[in-house]
């Protein structure tokens, strides 16, 4: 979703925001590949839990910043 969220800021031409974007979706992917590689080696007993934390929490951080841009209205009659 924020991969597609980040497709859609480079059309309207915003890098700024596309790039926060494509980061909390690598941060999301690498991070939960990475902390459950971490939980197996370690044995942990909620790496499961772990992981839909990190995914969760940077898929909410991700979605409350795409909620607090406005529409251009120039764009919305487009």
Known sequence: M???FS?????????GRAMFYRTVAILM???IA???AIGR?????????IVEV????WFGIGW???GTY?????????
């Not at 497709?7 to 890098?15: C, E, L, P, T, V």
């Open 70 to 78: 406005k529409t251009d209205p120039a764009l919305a009659d487009a």
């Open 7 to 15: 497709i859609r800021a480079m059309h309207k031409g915003k890098r």
């Open 41 to 49: 080696i370690l044995d942990w007993r909620n790496t499961l839990l």
């Open 34 to 36: 990475c902390l459950y």
């Open 29 to 31: 992917v690498a991070g």
């Open 54 to 57: 990190w995914g969760l929490s």
């Open 64 to 66: 409350l910043t795409a």
């Open 2 to 4: 924020m991969w597609f």
